[in-house]
């Protein structure tokens, strides 16, 4: 777990450097970099492309390409270590569209620890000047399709290989973001290549190792870890980008994860 928030840390900072290349641009190196893996594990392991629920698989991949560009457009507007922890709002989102989608049961203590959330973005946003409306609604924006992802994965389950399912979202991406690369296009420079194709290397292995995680026998003792990397972000941010944080804005930050934690504490429990 703390491997996959180191690289998902990288591939945050990786795409805050590089937030003057348009979103489309982003999400189709995002995209390119893991589909070498993802093609080549299904290739390697004889696994079918198309899946089995095809409407599903590709619900799930428009959702996921509109949240990911959200992303990436906030980071014009948001110090980094804001957005990504705004963006982990997403669990809400997903509680609130399965109680209506998936009959789900939500227990009183549940939306106690939300509202503990809530009021913590409300003090990211009220205290935090570096906060801007776009970019806040943005943010907003990409952890509802985020959620949506959530749901659209439950209602799959078991009926296609997890891989086939980020297969579809990096198929996805890759056209969506290549359409829309024409409209903005521009040239990377030297090592900017480098860091763009690394966009995708760093998101799959940082998919990959939480992946692996969840797997272990100690998932309740090593789930509140996938938080550590709002911490590593806005540390690093700090240093590269000299992003500064209010006190009572890292306190709503701090509400956001422990309203998220003990949210995902109680259901396992």
Same mark, same amino acid.
């Given at each position: 777990?703390?491997?996959?928030? &180191?690289?998902?840390?990288?591939?945050? @900072?990786?795409?805050?450097?590089?937030?003057?290349?348009?979103?489309?641009?982003?999400?189709l190196f995002r995209a390119f +970099?893991? !589909?070498?893996?993802?093609?080549?594990?299904?290739?390697?392991h004889k696994i079918p492309m198309l899946g089995n629920q095809k409407k599903l698989? &590709?619900?799930?991949? !428009?959702?996921?390409?509109?949240?990911?560009?959200?992303?990436?457009?906030s980071v014009h507007y948001l110090?980094?270590?804001?957005?990504?922890?705004?963006?982990?709002?997403?669990?809400i989102f997903a509680t609130i569209l399965a109680v209506f989608f998936l009959r789900e049961q939500v227990k009183p203590v549940q939306w106690l620890f939300f509202l503990m959330a809530f009021i913590g973005v409300l003090m990211i946003k009220g205290f935090d000047p570096n906060i801007s409306s776009i970019g806040f609604l943005l943010i907003l924006g990409s952890a509802f399709f985020s959620g949506i992802v959530y749901v659209l994965i439950n209602k799959i389950?078991?009926?296609?290989?997890?891989?086939?399912?980020?297969?579809?979202?990096?198929?996805?991406?890759?056209?969506?973001g290549g359409v829309l690369s024409v409209f903005e296009w521009t040239t990377p420079k030297?090592?900017?290549? &480098? @860091?763009?194709?690394?966009? +995708?290397?760093?998101?799959?292995? +940082?998919?990959?190792?939480?992946t692996k995680a969840?797997?272990?026998?100690?998932? *309740?003792?090593? &789930?509140?870890?996938k938080y550590v990397e709002v911490i590593f972000t806005m540390i690093a941010g700090v240093f590269w980008f000299s992003d500064v944080y209010p006190l009572l804005s890292l306190v709503g930050t701090l509400l956001v994860i422990t309203?998220?934690?003990? *949210?995902?504490?109680?259901?396992?429990k």
């Open positions: 777990m703390l491997l996959s928030a &180191v690289c998902f840390t990288a591939m945050n @900072l990786f795409v805050k450097y590089l937030a003057h290349f348009g979103s489309g641009q982003l999400v +970099g893991s !589909l070498f893996f993802t093609m080549s594990y299904l290739l390697w698989l &590709v619900y799930r991949g !428009l959702a996921g390409v509109t949240s990911m560009g959200l992303f990436f457009m110090p980094i270590g804001s957005a990504v922890s705004l963006r982990y709002l997403s669990p389950g078991q009926g296609d290989h997890p891989v086939v399912i980020v297969n579809y979202f990096m198929w996805i991406s890759l056209i969506i030297g090592v900017e290549w &480098v @860091l763009l194709l690394s966009l +995708g290397v760093f998101g799959y292995f +940082g998919q990959l190792f939480m969840f797997q272990s026998q100690a998932t *309740n003792k090593i &789930v509140s870890l309203g998220l934690i003990l *949210n995902i504490w109680y259901r396992r």
